[in-house]
């Protein structure tokens, strides 16, 4: 893990205006290319973006049952503010997104968490809204337990990725980096939803137990 941070951090630097410019300036050298990535370099990005993608769509999830959640629990701020994130949030999303999703994320989920150790009771219309929210929960758990291996993968090619790959791969590596303690934030954050969700009679998705499930047994 130690490897992979001074990666991720590397990755970063690499990412320069000043070495960028610097790239584009090389001369083409024949056989250069592929020393320095050629087509390996391609198929390395595409699945960074693809990672990318993947971890935007489970985010997005998960920010849209926060925000349905908070509505239910009469938390007003942190609805407008998870919403807002949800929708503004895209599949080129660079590291100051992700991260402040990341944050919208982390402090939405535990005003929730607040609100719901507070044991409210609410009225039909907000069982509605919440089980709404489970929806979003549940599929967002899904998507995040689907991406285990493809994580892994991607660390893997981090470690051994060169400098001109590195460049094309700061946002994959931070999801990289951030992944095992999102789904381990995650994994606690379902659990605690559908404990309320069964207390105060609320429908929990059919799937959820499954979902919950893969998401605990994630190895990374």
């Known amino acids: 893990m130690k490897k992979l941070f001074t990666t991720v951090a590397v990755a970063a630097a690499m990412a320069s205006p000043a070495l960028t410019q610097a790239q584009f300036s090389m001369p083409s050298i024949p056989g250069v290319g592929k020393l320095m990535g050629g087509s390996g370099s391609a198929d390395v990005a595409g699945q960074g973006d693809a990672l990318v993608r993947s971890y935007v769509g489970a ?6 049952a926060n925000a349905k959640m908070a509505t239910a629990l009469g938390l007003k701020e942190q609805a407008a503010s998870a919403a807002s994130t949800a929708d503004s949030l895209g599949d080129g999303a660079t590291i100051g997104a992700l991260g402040d999703g990341n944050k919208v994320v982390s402090d939405t989920s535990g005003a929730i968490a607040e609100s ?9 219309a907000s069982k509605a809204t919440f089980a709404e929210g489970l929806v979003h929960l549940v599929n967002g758990s899904v998507k995040y337990a689907g991406m285990g291996k493809d994580v892994s993968v991607m660390g893997k090619s981090l470690q051994s990725a060169n400098p001109m790959q590195l460049t094309k791969l700061t946002s994959a590596a931070w999801v990289v980096s951030k992944f095992p303690g999102s789904a381990s934030d995650l994994f606690s954050t379902v659990q605690t939803a559908i404990a309320f ?10 799937n959820a137990a499954d979902a919950t499930a893969a998401l605990g047994t994630l190895k990374l």
């Open 59 to 64: 985010s997005k999830e998960v920010l849209s």
């Open 116 to 124: 719901m150790a507070k044991k409210p009771v609410l009225d039909a």
């Open 197 to 206: 969700a069964r207390a105060n009679d609320i429908e929990v998705p059919a």
